[in-house]
């Protein structure tokens, strides 16, 4: 089955400053790489995702780049507010949902 | 957002009671899942629904019961669990099986003692 491995467990960085989550995935049949967000007490919501026809995806600050040979696919926000702290996951799929796999998560903290 | 609704927000319970998790949604989706958070852990899957029908129950202990009446509501019911069972349980819906963005409720911490 699909094994999704995200990187750093943690991530601090400066108001201002850009930030780089980093995921890899095992099934070479996984073509749907969804984003989540996850404010303390609340739910995860979607903030972008990403499908294998493409290489890379924009949405204002952040943006998703994949990388099929490699299997991997990172989350990169820039500009970065106090308010995207937060824990994102990455997630990989076939396209269905009942076979999505989740990374463990990256706390990031950004410093006012 | 109030699509996906789920209560009891908080719950303790000792190992030998019976309690339940209740799951609803107001997005008209067809697919209703269960997720296990624990700490520092990937989001575990637990059952999927899709139409009223199960179609995924991923190794869960029998301890845990779900029952879905209809395609807006879902439950989870809990007996004889175990302290490990202690996490945060999600419920989370989507248009369809198939490349349809998740829609997660907030969840119902769960303290077994």
């Known amino acids: 089955g699909e094994n999704v491995e995200q990187h750093p467990s943690t991530l601090s960085v400066q108001e201002g400053d850009s930030a780089v989550i980093k995921c890899t995935y095992s099934d070479s049949a996984s073509n749907y790489f969804p984003w989540y967000k996850q404010e303390l007490g609340k739910r995860p919501q979607l903030i972008i995702d990403?499908?294998?026809?493409?290489g890379e995806k924009k949405d204002q600050r952040i943006a998703v780049t994949l990388n099929k040979t490699a299997k991997h696919f990172s989350l990169h926000i820039t500009e970065t507010q106090p308010e995207d702290s937060a824990v994102y996951f990455c997630a990989a799929s076939t396209g269905y949902n009942n076979d999505m796999r989740f990374g463990a998560g990256t706390r990031l903290t950004v410093k006012p | 957002e109030t699509g996906v609704t789920q209560t009891p927000r908080h719950l303790v319970m000792g190992m030998t009671n019976k309690k339940s998790l209740k799951c609803e949604q107001h997005l008209g989706h067809n697919a209703m899942y269960w997720y296990k958070q624990s700490a520092k852990k990937p989001l575990e899957l637990m059952f999927v629904y899709n139409f009223k029908e199960q179609t995924e129950n991923n190794s869960v202990p029998s301890r845990f019961s779900p029952e879905c009446p209809n395609s807006s509501h879902l439950f989870l019911h809990l007996h004889t669990l175990q302290p490990e069972d202690s996490a945060l349980y999600l419920c989370a819906s989507s248009q369809d099986l198939r490349d349809s963005p998740l829609h997660f409720g907030n969840g119902t911490r769960l303290t077994v003692t």
């Open positions: 990403i499908r294998s026809n493409v």
